[in-house]
């Protein structure tokens, strides 16, 4: 499970002074269930997520991650996380699979279980094609499977997700869609970050809508709709987010 408390980042800047990127959230994601934070560029939404993967240090509140603290215990919470987005570069000098290894190597996998994991997932992302390619001659597609291989090498319990179709093609985009399915079904515990509204109603159990660093309101869309009193996502993040203008 995420279990976020209060969780606030302040940024202090020399001309804008102070900026609170993430404004004391809270929040619960379970088991088996796609969480999903929905906001516009801007809103929160990625420093929260870094916040959870401990690459950010939060100003007050905090969070636990498969049951450990993201402040007293942060290499314990990246043991237990995936984290996939769009902006995280790959090394061209490696190939895909040298690539996967690596990441597989960091997490202490023993040489049995990481070859046997990278048979199966390169099988599973169709990959076996260009496994030996290097990273640098690899199309966005290739590099996007190559970067869900090496968040699922160690096959963690907690997967996080930044705007993971953000700049894909529909084809690539759909194979990342059906990556996160299969993350649920396994009985992951998986957040997703996404200003897509098409994406929410595709896949989230949960949303919760955040705007200028807070969120606003959180449920099932069933639970949104009665609320609002609208059916169509974008008209319930309008209503709420005017709501509180």
Request: net charge positive; proline share 2%; aromatic share 6%.
């Amino acid at each position: 499970m995420i279990e976020a408390c209060q969780l606030t980042k302040i940024f202090r800047d020399k001309k804008r002074g102070e900026i609170r990127a993430v404004d004391n959230v809270s929040f619960r994601c379970q088991p088996g269930q796609i969480f999903g934070l929905l906001g516009v560029n801007g809103a929160g939404k990625t420093t929260c997520l870094r916040l959870l993967a401990t690459i950010l240090q939060p100003s007050s509140g905090t969070a636990s991650v498969a049951g450990c603290d993201i402040v007293t215990d942060p290499e314990t919470v990246r043991a237990n996380i995936g984290f996939l987005s769009t902006a995280t570069a790959l090394y061209g000098r490696l190939s895909a699979q040298e690539m996967v290894e690596y990441f597989g190597r960091l997490h202490g996998l023993s040489n049995d279980v990481l070859r046997q994991r990278i048979d199966a997932i390169f099988a599973t992302l169709d990959m076996n094609d260009f496994r030996d390619r290097r990273c640098d001659k690899l199309s966005t597609g290739m590099k996007q499977k190559v970067s869900i291989a090496r968040t699922l090498v160690h096959d963690p319990p907690v997967m996080i997700f930044d705007e993971p179709t953000h700049g894909l093609d529909v084809l690539v985009a759909r194979t990342v869609i059906n990556f996160i399915r299969d993350c649920r079904a396994r009985g992951k515990t998986v957040i997703f970050s996404t200003h897509v509204m098409s994406e929410v109603e595709k896949l989230c159990d949960t949303v919760a809508i955040i705007h200028n660093s807070r969120i606003l309101a959180e449920g099932t869309l069933t639970q949104l709709r009665v609320t609002t009193g609208a059916q169509d996502v974008e008209d319930i993040f309008i209503k709420i987010v005017e709501g509180t203008r």
